[in-house]
């Protein structure tokens, strides 16, 4: 909360208003639950309400994969959608990997057929790569009025807070790791730059974002790869026993 509202994405979300979670359980099943929703949306008064009630999903006793209760929590919240001309939006959660293969993506979340089915629009989220591109995500989109599903990347900016889309020849710019910054420092600058030099040459030269160099010489220094002295940028080198240099 304080990176979205402190950070640079703050000016853009002037309408995007934080609130505490409620108290409630999100299966609706109580009278007195359905009461708390209702008055909190009243009092708000939104447009788009994003839920996660990722417990309600996964839980033992009862869960929203059981569709006897999730037909009954679909229908409440479809009331509730209409009466405060509301857009929910449901987030779900992927189950663990399992052995058995599935026909597509869509059946990864939990939760039963009957948030699914009538849902105008799913979006499926994953890893591009699980193991080299972490910033980059594959994003799977299918809606209730069009046949096809489509696929796209896009590649999240962590300071900024904000996903662009970015095509597969460009993902090099989400595997990028501090010891690349670090050896780029070796190589290219003789081991000194100055830091705004030293972003803008390497993100040009990296084919990624300034922003995106800055973040990882701030990891290489966590790491004890650079140091900055009397602002300048200066790896660490360690030799094979242990010892920087």
Not at 227 to 235: A, D, S, V
Request: glycine share 4%; aromatic share 8%.
């Amino acid at each position: 909360e304080k990176i979205v509202k402190g950070g640079d994405a703050s000016k853009y979300l002037e309408n995007l208003i934080l609130v505490r979670p409620l108290e409630i359980d999100f299966t609706l099943d109580r009278e007195e639950d359905r009461g708390k929703l209702a008055w909190w949306l009243k009092t708000y008064k939104p447009n788009i309400v994003i839920f996660d009630p990722v417990a309600d999903f996964v839980g033992t006793e009862k869960s929203l994969s059981d569709d006897i209760l999730a037909r009954k929590t679909a229908k409440s919240l479809s009331v509730i959608a209409r009466e405060f001309r509301v857009f929910p939006i449901l987030v779900l959660h992927f189950k663990k990997e399992s052995e058995e293969p599935l026909k597509n993506i869509f059946e990864k979340p939990h939760g039963s057929k009957f948030f699914v089915n009538p849902a105008v629009a799913q979006i499926c989220i994953e890893r591009a790569d699980k193991q080299k591109y972490e910033a980059v995500k594959r994003i799977h989109c299918k809606f209730k009025l069009v046949t096809d599903v489509f696929t796209f990347l896009l590649l999240r900016d962590r300071e900024a807070l904000w996903y662009s889309e970015i095509e597969k020849d460009e993902m090099r710019k989400a595997k990028l790791l501090p010891k690349h910054v670090v050896n780029f420092l070796l190589e290219k600058c003789n081991g000194r730059a100055v830091p705004t030099i030293f972003y803008e040459i390497a993100a040009e030269q990296l084919g990624c974002s300034q922003k995106q160099i800055k973040e990882l010489v701030k990891l290489a220094i966590d790491q004890g790869l650079i140091e900055k002295k009397q602002g300048i940028l200066i790896p660490i080198i360690v030799k094979t026993r242990g010892k920087k240099e």
